[in-house]
């Protein structure tokens, strides 16, 4: 069992070794655009979840 984990770690340091690892600029303008799309996704969801409760606010009511 030993023997199979160090061969293993020993396989995965050579993968990492053939990464492209991005700049970082390039890790920066990646994460921007995440946290973008992240905040214009949660202010739509918001807006559409004010305007539902509206609706079964008043549905409700009557």
Known sequence: ML?????????V???V??????SRK???????????VVLIIAVFLG???TILSK???ALISG
Do not use: H
């Open 3 to 11: 023997g199979k984990a160090k061969v293993f770690l020993s396989e």
């Open 17 to 22: 070794k053939k990464v492209t690892w991005p």
């Open 55 to 57: 609706i079964v606010e």
């Open 13 to 15: 340091k050579v993968e």
């Open 47 to 49: 807006i559409v979840d």
């Open 26 to 36: 390039d890790a920066m303008g990646g994460t921007m655009v995440v946290m973008v």
